[in-house]
């Protein structure tokens, strides 16, 4: 598994509110965004994270005063199933000569939600994966057997995906980093489950899930594991 853990997306300057927000029904219309300041202390950029647009393509274009690097993100999936982690060929902090990377996102479609930016890290998941779906939707029943159909709510996909391998140093200073941005609010994670494929459908490649309760703990174990967490991710919108 894939997952974007720090978003550099919410630490950097003069972006959209939209693009920042975890509820994909906030879209922005503006095309090209240009003028965002990507923070300094980054090593890397290997992944982006899209969610909700009619876009089929994606330029980023990364520049200082004298460096020029562009990205492409091709999107073949419609709603839901192209939202998540899109790995890109990665791009070095140290190629660039400034300390200060501006970055323009333009794309071919109408609208952009929430796009996400930053280094991928890789989890590895146990064998048992347990994939289905959820709603929040409450009918009931009469006394006289009759279903009552419930008002509101939503229905989607959800899958719950064991950690039990190590993990390394770089992901939990990336947890550190990202804690008062986003999963101490409860963010979604973009998400890419390549590694898993033999194990689900085709159509959660790509997925945008948050887990029920902020990551608050990592279990320890001496003798197995450095670290092991359940993850139970439930699609979000």
Same mark, same amino acid.
Request: charged share 25%; net charge positive.
């Given at each position: 598994m894939?997952?974007?853990?720090?978003?550099?997306?919410?630490?950097?300057?003069n972006v959209p509110d939209e693009l920042k927000s975890p509820a994909l029904s906030d879209y922005t219309i503006e095309n090209p965004i240009s003028g965002i300041i990507l923070p300094d202390d980054f090593t890397k950029i290997n992944c982006v994270g899209i969610g909700y647009t009619d876009a089929t393509e994606i330029i980023l274009t990364f520049h200082d005063d004298s460096e020029t690097e562009q990205r492409t993100i091709t999107i073949t999936k419609? /709603?839901?199933?192209?939202?998540?982690?899109? /790995?890109?060929?990665?791009?070095?902090?140290?190629?660039?000569?400034?300390?200060?990377?501006?970055?323009?996102?333009?794309?071919?479609?109408?609208?952009? !939600?929430?796009? !996400?930016? !930053?280094?991928?890290?890789?989890?590895?998941? /146990?064998?048992?994966?347990?994939?289905?779906?959820?709603?929040?939707?409450?009918?009931?029943?009469?006394?006289?057997?009759?279903?009552?159909? !419930?008002?509101g709510g939503y229905s989607g996909r959800s899958i719950d995906l064991d950690?039990?391998?190590?993990?390394e140093s770089d992901t939990y200073d990336d947890i550190e980093k990202a804690y008062p941005y986003t999963i101490s609010k409860s963010f979604p994670y973009f998400l890419c489950l390549d590694d898993e494929q033999h194990k689900i459908s085709a159509n959660m490649y790509y997925f945008y899930a948050a887990t029920p309760e902020?990551?608050?703990?990592?279990?320890?174990?001496?003798? /197995?594991?450095?670290?092991?967490?359940?993850?139970?991710?439930?699609?979000?919108f």
């Open positions: 894939k997952i974007l853990i720090r978003d550099l997306m919410q630490e950097s300057e419609d /709603a839901p199933y192209q939202n998540g982690l899109y /790995a890109i060929p990665e791009l070095l902090k140290s190629e660039f000569y400034e300390s200060d990377i501006d970055l323009t996102i333009s794309h071919n479609g109408t609208y952009l !939600g929430r796009l !996400g930016l !930053g280094e991928y890290r890789k989890l590895g998941t /146990a064998v048992s994966k347990e994939n289905g779906f959820f709603t929040t939707t409450e009918s009931r029943v009469t006394l006289s057997g009759q279903t009552i159909p !419930g008002k950690v039990r391998y190590k993990i902020p990551l608050s703990k990592l279990q320890s174990s001496t003798y /197995a594991y450095k670290y092991s967490y359940k993850f139970p991710f439930i699609e979000r």
